[in-house]
């Protein structure tokens, strides 16, 4: 398919600040394919970077400007010594780009490469675009019978797919999800799948509601969970009180899945009720293997990831929707932005 030379493109070129701009055409290399982007989600790291507040930053993998953007679908258009695919095939982005060469790749380990690369995070331009190019295998197939603007919400919701089976969620577990965010209502909505109850826990009053609306059973401030009251806690807030919480609500023998990312020294942690109760704590980092299991999940009808869609706008409105996400009352976490759409 014969494409232009120039591109749509976004960039965050300083806190706060979001440029609609025009980028020459990536060329894929061996090994690598071509994507129209059809959607692309803003995701809370994207926000953090837009704040410029992000480890990313500090570790020097991102330098103003950049391309930013790891939630995408798209279509594939071009290849270079790439086999099983061909033009037109509709495709998911991984974020995490593994190397297959470390001894965790080799080990089977690959969300914990150690030559890690992630799209619009470090190393590959993000999907804030017209095209981009990944590796071939850092994308995974979209059935026709699911919305590309649905598979959007493939990449965050693999974390959460991952949570959920590394507590092993069974159908007598009472599992409470801390966080409201995009992975505190995913981690609900697939729990619900399988669980006896799954309540959320928050703050904000709205997102509680918006989670009762989504299947919460209840929908609860920290004060009011009850004392080793679940067999499962899901913690997805990423807030500095929420580990000493997950360990009093947990009840003995109790399985913690850790999404959120807490960079502060917890507070009111106890670690001898982790001892003294037999619980145990997961670390959650991604969900590589869950991409295939996600999309078989959507296209099934069984969990519609739209409901967690706020807006979908064109690039221009970019800097706007950025804004509603640091904004307070807002129920539906997720905003999407579209390039060609549907229609690719």
């Known amino acids: 398919?014969?494409?232009?030379?120039?591109?749509?493109?976004?960039?965050?070129?300083?806190?706060?600040?979001?440029?609609?701009?025009?980028?020459?055409?990536?060329?894929?290399?061996?090994?690598?394919?071509?994507?129209?982007?059809?959607?692309?989600?803003?995701?809370?790291?994207?926000?953090?970077?837009?704040?410029?507040?992000?480890f990313y930053y500090d570790y020097g993998f991102l330098k103003f400007p950049f391309v930013f953007g790891h939630e995408y679908t798209g279509t594939v258009i071009a290849s270079r010594g790439v086999n099983g695919f061909r033009e037109g095939d509709r495709v998911v982005g991984h974020c995490m780009v593994e190397c297959h060469l470390c001894d965790n790749c080799r080990k089977g380990r690959r969300h914990l490469c150690r030559n890690l690369k992630e799209v619009g995070l470090r190393y590959i331009p993000g999907a804030a675009s017209e095209y981009l190019c990944v590796p071939a295998y850092a994308v995974t197939r979209v059935p026709d019978n699911l919305p590309l603007k649905a598979a959007t919400l493939v990449e965050p919701t693999v974390t959460a797919y991952h949570a959920v089976e590394r507590a092993q969620v069974r159908t007598d577990d009472k599992v409470a999800v801390i966080g409201t965010g995009t992975l505190g209502l995913l981690a609900l909505?697939?729990?619900?799948?399988?669980?006896?109850?799954?309540?959320?826990?928050?703050?904000?009053?709205?997102?509680?509601?918006?989670?009762?609306?989504?299947?919460?059973?209840?929908a609860l401030r920290p004060e009011e969970a009850p004392e080793n009251g679940y067999s499962v806690v899901i913690e997805a807030s990423g807030a500095a009180p929420t580990l000493g919480l997950a360990a009093r609500i947990l009840d003995l023998g109790g399985r913690c899945s850790l999404i959120g990312v807490i960079n502060r020294p917890a507070v009111e942690f106890i670690p001898s009720l982790v001892t003294l109760k037999d619980q145990t704590f997961h670390g959650i980092l991604h969900g590589l293997d869950y991409y295939p299991q996600t999309v078989q999940l959507f296209a099934s009808g069984r969990l519609d990831p739209t409901k967690l869609i706020a807006d979908v706008r064109r690039p221009t409105a970019a800097p706007g929707m950025f804004q509603a996400m640091v904004s307070p009352n807002r129920s539906k976490p997720k905003y999407v932005i579209e390039f060609a759409g549907e229609k690719v």
């Open 1 to 54: 398919m014969q494409t232009k030379h120039e591109m749509e493109a976004l960039q965050i070129t300083a806190p706060n600040k979001i440029l609609h701009t025009k980028l020459a055409v990536p060329e894929p290399k061996d090994g690598e394919i071509l994507i129209k982007t059809a959607f692309v989600g803003i995701c809370g790291t994207d926000v953090h970077l837009w704040l410029g507040k992000s």
């Open 189 to 218: 909505m697939i729990a619900k799948l399988t669980a006896e109850s799954v309540d959320v826990i928050g703050l904000e009053q709205s997102e509680l509601e918006y989670a009762k609306v989504l299947g919460a059973d209840r």
